[in-house]
């Protein structure tokens, strides 16, 4: 199998690397690249910390479903193959951020009924959803959080992009708040390229964010969600 032009490492339930998912794609369409969706789990990044003094309330419920789904998306590719795993992301993603809450049908993500019908939209056997108690993928899905890792030291969030694999350059983001327009897209692009494949360059880094402007958080295009302070990627309450 050729290399992709990028490789995108995700977590489903996070909303920035929905955003950056999004903009990736609209870059893709512009340039003809091809991506290789991979996984990073939130929940096995942070195995070993006490969710309830270091995370806001719903952390852990929400990184279990990440985890959840990934064992899904990891049977998907072992049996429908990796061009069967950007669709599933898009209805995963699409069902979770991009619909209020009160206007999603099915059960909150990571659930079996909202399962069953992301795999009926892309068009997967039901029985997929099967692999979301199936623990026997973790040890998968924990490779691939450590490759994604490997890649940029573990200080990082979602999502990681590796720019021109094999050889190329990884980092932790782009992370954006707001989608650009078409026009913008490739154009915003080109400068994070410019960035990433400068050997001498480590890190550009910000942790106050805007609140993503995305229906799942109430913010409608055009708004500008509320600024609030991310640490290390995520709203962790200590390091």
């Given at each position: 199998?050729e290399?992709?032009?990028v490789?995108f490492?995700?977590?489903?339930?996070?909303?920035?690397?929905w955003?950056?998912s999004t903009w990736?794609?609209?870059?893709?369409a512009?340039?003809?690249y091809?991506?290789?969706?991979?996984?990073i789990s939130?929940?096995?990044?942070n195995a070993?910390?006490d969710y309830?003094?270091?995370f806001?309330?719903?952390y852990?419920e929400g990184?279990?479903?990440?985890?959840?789904?990934?064992?899904?998306?990891?049977?998907?590719?072992?049996?429908h193959g990796?061009?069967?795993?950007?669709?599933l992301?898009?209805a995963?993603?699409?069902?979770?951020?991009?619909t209020?809450?009160?206007?999603?049908?099915?059960?909150?993500p990571g659930s079996?009924?909202?399962?069953?019908?992301?795999?009926?939209?892309?068009?997967?056997?039901?029985?997929?959803?099967?692999?979301?108690d199936d623990?026997g993928?973790?040890?998968e899905?924990?490779?691939?959080?450590?490759?994604?890792l490997?890649?940029?030291?573990?200080?990082?969030?979602?999502?990681i992009?590796h720019?021109q694999p094999p050889?190329?350059?990884?980092?932790?983001g782009?992370?954006?708040?707001?989608?650009?327009?078409?026009?913008?897209?490739?154009r915003?692009?080109?400068?994070?390229?410019?960035?990433a494949?400068?050997?001498?360059?480590?890190?550009?880094?910000?942790?106050?964010?805007e609140?993503?402007?995305?229906a799942?958080?109430?913010?409608?295009?055009?708004?500008?969600?509320?600024?609030?302070?991310?640490h290390?990627?995520?709203r962790?309450?200590?390091k």
């Amino acid at each position: 199998m050729e290399p992709a032009d990028v490789n995108f490492y995700f977590d489903p339930v996070c909303p920035f690397a929905w955003m950056t998912s999004t903009w990736l794609r609209m870059v893709s369409a512009q340039r003809d690249y091809s991506v290789d969706w991979r996984f990073i789990s939130l929940r096995l990044v942070n195995a070993s910390v006490d969710y309830d003094t270091h995370f806001p309330p719903g952390y852990e419920e929400g990184h279990t479903a990440g985890l959840r789904m990934l064992r899904v998306a990891a049977r998907v590719r072992a049996e429908h193959g990796r061009e069967a795993v950007g669709p599933l992301y898009r209805a995963i993603g699409t069902r979770t951020f991009d619909t209020a809450p009160g206007e999603r049908s099915g059960g909150a993500p990571g659930s079996r009924a909202f399962m069953d019908e992301v795999l009926a939209e892309v068009g997967l056997p039901a029985g997929l959803a099967d692999a979301l108690d199936d623990t026997g993928l973790d040890a998968e899905l924990q490779r691939e959080t450590d490759e994604a890792l490997a890649l940029t030291g573990r200080d990082v969030g979602t999502p990681i992009i590796h720019f021109q694999p094999p050889h190329g350059t990884a980092f932790f983001g782009p992370v954006i708040s707001r989608l650009p327009g078409e026009e913008d897209a490739a154009r915003l692009w080109d400068h994070v390229v410019g960035l990433a494949t400068f050997g001498g360059f480590a890190e550009l880094k910000r942790s106050l964010r805007e609140q993503p402007q995305l229906a799942s958080f109430g913010v409608q295009p055009g708004e500008v969600g509320v600024e609030e302070d991310w640490h290390g990627g995520s709203r962790r309450l200590k390091k």
